[in-house]
């Protein structure tokens, strides 16, 4: 709880008193990123928290961020900046009550509801009272620290990554905006190994929230330094000028999306935070490059791309994508991008949105909240667990995506087609395995049908034994989002196979 009051008020003295206490305590590197990231709605990923450190958590949140002087709160909307109500007091004193006969620390239901009273008078005044200390520290500037920024509990890299854009390399054309996360190393510990993670069209680099925690505490054999980065066009990063020469002038394609990876991997900042200096010729190799729908296709694209000279990927997990353009949705991309624009027409070429569009400043304004309410909806239909919290998120997530840059990812996904040279790519140029992945729920099954499609014909066109399709139950396009606990398991029993 004080932790979490620290990182709400962005008191990195709170901070740093407390977070060694919180590690002796037994709380792992993921919770501590939990507690840590204020900017992912509660809950999180299911089995993280216990049920009574969840309610504790909200507990906290109710009351630090409905105060006035919290800046995080005005900032959020209702949905996430969750209010305080009585039911949340009577739930947090029924999982105090669970916790009390689970310990035999009172005997009889009057000791035990006296117990849960005083425990929950407690933790009232040590929130309200770390909200008064972590203020104080703030304003007197203890040790020179406000200002500085609570910190992780890892270390945690925010890059802007200057790449080229097309191939072969050229001058620098747009920069990808990468975060990292990597484990500080105790002598004798096994070297963790490196992961790579690619979005959707129409999310950021955010939409992995949910999971990371997961992978940051990883098994009781591996953990796992991570690499998020926004693909271009999308989140923080930009998008290059289109070409001015040649008959494909788009400005992204699912290739052109697996070289920004390929980019990212050998540029200098990722040299010196993986191989400890950008000019070492040893490179170490990636353990997975992941992606989700646009991100999927990347790392399929990405399989086919990888020189042997390169560094190496080991394997790529693509989920709820495919390997071409489905019938159809070339037509269905060019719909959509002709709702963000308020126009009419029936062309299926997309971006076409002809002299009847309402305009740039409709498409940021109105348009595309419009794609958010039937894009989310179509993500996650009837019999997702998505929390409201996190279809907030999303919702968000989707409105703030830079017009062009939907229109450019848009445009890539709305034709390409990767099997030509696809199933030959496995061993040959470094990727020894895939995983291919999707949510039951995606497209009615149609998603999941098409990969295990993919896998057999893979199979039999000499990828036998080295690629594997699974399934998440009862969940929708972005399994990482509505499930993520039996994605983040089921990714990780797999890559912890070879």
């Known amino acids: 709880m004080i932790l979490r009051i620290a990182a709400l008020n962005n008191a990195p003295f709170e901070w740093i008193q407390h977070e060694p206490i919180g590690t002796v305590e037994g709380l792992s590197t993921g919770q501590l990123y939990a507690i840590r990231d204020t900017k992912t709605p509660l809950p999180p990923l299911a089995g993280l928290f216990t049920d009574l450190q969840l309610v504790a958590l909200e507990f906290t949140d109710a009351v630090t961020r409905t105060d006035g002087l919290s800046a995080l709160a005005s900032s959020l909307d209702g949905d996430t900046a969750r209010k305080f109500t009585i039911d949340l007091g009577k739930k947090y004193k029924q999982e105090l009550k669970k916790w009390l006969e689970a310990n035999g620390n009172a005997a009889g239901d009057q000791a035990i509801n006296n117990a849960a ?53 050229s001058s620098v054309t747009h920069t990808i905006h990468t975060v990292v996360f990597k484990h500080r190393q105790k002598e004798g510990d096994p070297e963790p190994e490196w992961i790579v993670f690619a979005n959707s069209l129409l999310t950021s680099l955010e939409m992995w929230s949910y999971i990371v925690p997961h992978f940051l505490d990883g098994s009781s054999t591996r953990k796992y330094n991570l690499i998020l980065h926004d693909q271009r066009g999308h989140g923080r990063s930009g998008l290059p000028p289109s070409l001015e020469e040649g008959d494909d002038k788009r400005q992204t394609t699912i290739p052109l999306l697996a070289r920004d990876v ?21 490179l170490k190799p990636v353990k997975a490059v992941v992606g989700v729908s646009q991100g999927g296709a990347a790392a399929l694209a990405l399989a086919t791309l990888q020189p042997s000279e390169h560094r190496k990927v080991q394997s ?81 997530m989707v409105e ?99």
């Not at 949105?353 to 794609?371: E, I, P, T």
């Not at 699974?470 to 196979?497: C, K, N, Q």
């Open 117 to 169: 009273e005083d425990l929950y008078a407690e933790a009232s005044l040590v929130v309200s009272t770390y909200n008064m200390v972590s203020r104080f520290l703030v304003s007197t500037d203890v040790q020179g620290l406000t200002g500085t920024g609570v910190p992780w509990p890892l270390e945690r890299h925010e890059l802007d990554i200057s790449v080229p854009s097309f191939s072969p390399p």
């Open 262 to 282: 390929r980019s990212l991997l050998l540029s200098r900042e990722i040299r010196t935070l993986i191989d400890g200096s950008p000019a070492s010729e040893a």
């Open 400 to 498: 703030q995506t830079d017009v062009e840059g939907f229109v450019a990812g848009a445009q890539a996904l709305g034709d390409f087609d990767l099997l030509p040279v696809l199933y030959s790519s496995l061993g040959e140029h470094g990727a020894e395995r895939a995983l291919l992945l999707a949510g039951s729920l995606d497209g009615a099954g149609k998603v999941g049908a098409g990969l295990q499609r993919l896998k057999g014909d893979w199979g039999d066109k000499g990828g036998v034994g080295k690629v594997e399709y699974r399934e998440v139950e009862g969940s929708g396009h972005l399994p990482m989002v509505d499930r993520p606990e039996v994605w983040a398991e089921s990714v990780i029993a797999w890559l912890e196979t070879f």
């Open 316 to 396: 790529i997990i693509a989920c709820d994508t495919s390997a071409k353009t489905a019938p159809g949705n070339k037509g269905a991309w060019a719909e959509r991008v002709r709702l963000v624009y308020g126009a009419e027409g029936s062309s299926d070429t997309i971006g076409d949105v002809s002299s009847l569009s309402k305009g740039n400043a409709y498409a940021r304004k109105v348009g595309m909240g419009d794609l958010a309410d039937v894009t989310v909806s179509r993500w996650f239909p009837t019999g997702s667990p998505l929390p409201p919290s996190r279809r907030a998120f999303i919702e968000r």
